[in-house]
Every structure is written in C-alpha cells, then in structure tokens.
C-alpha cells in the first residue's frame, strides 16, 4: 500500500498564493508519479498538474493552471509539492495527491482549496 498524506490547503484571497504538499509512504509498490487533481462542487475531477519520476522529471499542466502553478518532486522523500500563484475563485476545489503505480492509482483524501474574490 502507498499512503498520502496532504497538506496546505486554506482560505486565500484571489491573486494570493498557496502551497500544497503530499508525502508518499508505504511499501511494495513503486510510485512512477505524482501528482494533482481537483474536484469543484457539482464537476468531475481533473487533473491539474502532475510529474512523472522516470522521464527527467517531465510536468504536465492544465491549460487554465499553467505559468500559475508549478509543480515539484523531492526525490529523496517522495514528496512532491504544487506552488499555485495568481489564484483565482474558479481554482476553489477540494484538492488531492494522486501516486501513480504500474498496478494502482492511489489518492490522498483531499484538502480544500477556496479562493475568494
């Protein structure tokens, strides 16, 4: 199993910053990935940004997210983080990690993100 843990969500205001963090643990899988999605109220959930660990650490990124938010790994702790910046209300989202296996995703329980204008 592979657990995550998130932190960093909150209230921020529109043009603010936010930092959101997720370590991975566990054993017996080998994590190629991590990354980000978000789920608004009434909506799907979508990917917003996530790193691939075996690429040279190539990124992909949303269209509506990206040169606002980047995303980061720590190699020696299996963390990766997502500086968001220029925050906007319609990023208002519960947010979650996502650890990509050959087998499984696995995904943290979220943290709320709300941006007000």
């Known amino acids: 199993q592979v657990q995550l843990v998130e932190s960093g969500g909150g209230l921020v205001q529109a043009g603010g910053s936010l930092r959101l963090s997720c370590a991975a643990s566990g054993r017996g899988f080998s994590i190629n990935g991590m990354g980000w999605y978000r789920q608004a109220p009434g909506k799907q959930r979508e990917l917003v940004a996530d790193?691939?660990?075996?690429?040279?650490?190539?990124?992909n990124y949303q269209n509506s997210v990206r040169g606002r938010f980047t995303i980061s790994r720590d190699n020696a702790e299996n963390t990766v983080a997502l500086q968001m910046n220029s925050l906007k209300p319609e990023d208002t989202a519960v947010y979650y990690c996502v650890a990509y296996t050959a087998y499984r995703n696995f995904w943290g329980q979220g943290t709320q993100v709300t941006v007000s204008s």
């Open positions: 790193i691939d660990f075996w690429s040279g650490g190539s990124t």
